[in-house]
């Protein structure tokens, strides 16, 4: 049977982003676990269910799972996992990721190895490929150095902090997901001309944010199944 570890934030995951991948790779008949840094149940940005702010189908249907999903309400610590018994790692979005995840030397481990394992496959999303800037791999280089990678893009950020970095619920930004992957030497591309941005980049996939999240999915369930 084909496995899959979801590693979500503690801090603020975006819905959408965790949501889509989760089902898709579900009805699918690949067996889940998600993982959390300390193994308390995952808390949603409340943006990702604002009807305002994803619209109401959506908002309700992200609400619903992240309630009643006994995977998400029953997660294992991210320390207590292996990449090795898993066929892919998901890394879900949102600004949470970067408080807790993409700092989380267990995620990097994950990620690391998943990628540099040749049967293994990583999707990162959103603000959780800052995680990548982090991560380094088994010879000590970062891990995303000449890669390509899309994520959550400066121009996109600058729109939801004020001038001091700081977002609408007064938490200050610690850095910009594209400035620190591309100081780490990712090849970097949001392509922002784009409805949807994903990329493949060996066994790394990353996607830009909440509406390439359909297309993430099947671009991993893709892979798994070649």
């Avoid at 998400?72 to 970067?98: K, R, W």
């Avoid at 010879?139 to 893009?153: D, E, K, M, Q, Y």
Wanted: net charge negative; hydrophobic share 40%; aromatic share 6%.
């Amino acid at each position: 049977m084909t496995e899959a570890l979801f590693v979500v934030s503690e801090e603020g995951y975006w819905g959408e982003e965790c949501v889509e991948p989760l089902e898709t790779l579900s009805d699918a008949g690949v067996e889940i676990t998600v993982a959390t840094p300390s193994g308390s149940p995952p808390v949603i940005d409340e943006r990702s269910i604002d009807p305002d702010e994803v619209g109401a189908e959506t908002a309700a249907h992200v609400e619903e799972v992240h309630a009643s999903d006994e995977r998400l309400n029953d997660p294992i610590p991210v320390a207590e996992a292996s990449a090795e018994e898993y066929d892919a790692v998901v890394f879900p979005g949102g600004h949470g990721t970067e408080w807790d995840v993409n700092q989380d030397r267990h995620a990097r481990g994950l990620l690391a190895a998943a990628v540099e394992d040749e049967a293994g496959l990583a999707l990162v999303v959103c603000h959780a490929v800052g995680l990548l800037a982090f991560t380094r791999d088994r010879h000590g280089a970062f891990l995303v150095n000449g890669r390509s990678v899309t994520g959550f893009p400066n121009e996109w950020e600058e729109g939801m902090v004020d001038d001091a970095d700081r977002m609408d619920d007064g938490r200050k930004l610690p850095y910009m997901v594209e400035d620190e992957v591309e100081a780490a030497g990712g090849d970097w591309d949001a392509e922002l001309d784009a409805e949807t941005s994903v990329t493949v980049d060996g066994d790394l996939i990353t996607a830009r944010g909440p509406e390439s999240s359909a297309t993430a999915a099947e671009t991993l369930l893709d892979e798994l199944e070649g």
